[in-house]
């Protein structure tokens, strides 16, 4: 039997460019605690190294980016009502204080989940047979980080109509383009090298002015954010259906979707 990899690869250059891998892709990419914790890992090395100055984020594989959260993971939860422990919201760079500019490189399907991380990269490359959606209500759940991270990223009636939608439709890669949630549209395979080539013209910059336009730009929004964020937890507490129901829910959901 062949152990299992590591979930998270992260190759550096060079350059002063990193390269970031979410490698599960016979699980599509999903965040387990194990790959939480890697990502929070990888992050807080990358700050404390100076050679490396920009970073790109992708996923293995052709099928996805990331699938968000393993549906298979079990997180404990703290005994008191007042908390609750939520493993994606420390997956994204921002919530390790690196403010090394991160370009997100998608390839496949990116959802629910996956929003904490293109959430938190400074922009997005996507390659056409990028899709993007968010399965919560579909299966009884809030989606409330997940929405506000869309909300900052793209126009709010379309981060709506996303949200609201579940896994009846999904964004292509192209309307995705349009509305500004991608910045730059590859074929396929091709959003790694676009973004790398990005990155590369980044970290030739003096890595301080960067930096320093990278926290410039998050404190345009941060504000908002951290208002929203602290009222998440209490919506999906209110909102979010028994797992049982969930876990029904998803066994028994129509799989067919529209693309936009």
Request: hydrophobic residues 45%.
């Amino acid at each position: 039997m062949t152990a299992e990899g590591p979930p998270v690869r992260a190759e550096t250059g060079e350059d002063g460019v990193a390269l970031v891998t979410l490698d599960r892709p016979d699980r599509h990419n999903a965040i387990d605690l194990a790959t939480a914790a890697a990502l929070g890992s990888v992050w807080r090395r990358f700050r404390d190294d100076d050679g490396v100055r920009a970073i790109v984020l992708t996923g293995a594989g052709d099928r996805a980016f990331c699938s968000g959260i393993d549906r298979s993971v079990t997180v404990p939860q703290p005994g008191s009502p007042y908390s609750a422990d939520d493993p994606l919201l420390a997956v994204g760079p921002k919530a390790a204080d690196l403010w090394k500019p991160v370009i997100a490189a998608v390839g496949g399907l990116a959802c629910g989940g996956a929003f904490y991380l293109l959430g938190e990269a400074e922009f997005v490359v996507a390659a056409e047979n990028a899709t993007f959606f968010d399965p919560h209500t579909t299966y009884g759940m809030v989606s409330a980080y997940e929405s506000i991270h869309m909300a900052q990223r793209m126009p709010f009636g379309e981060a709506a109509r996303m949200a609201l939608m579940g896994t009846a439709e999904r964004l292509s890669a192209r309307r995705a383009y349009d509305i500004g949630l991608v910045s730059e549209l590859t074929t396929p395979g091709g959003a790694v090298p676009a973004a790398l080539r990005a990155a590369r013209v980044i970290a030739s910059c003096p890595t301080e002015a960067v930096q320093g336009t990278v926290r410039a730009l998050w404190a345009a929004k941060e504000a908002a954010r951290d208002r929203a964020f602290a009222l998440a937890p209490h919506l999906i507490s209110l909102g979010n259906l028994p797992p049982a129901h969930q876990e029904q829910l998803f066994t028994t959901r129509d799989r067919a979707y529209r693309l936009r």
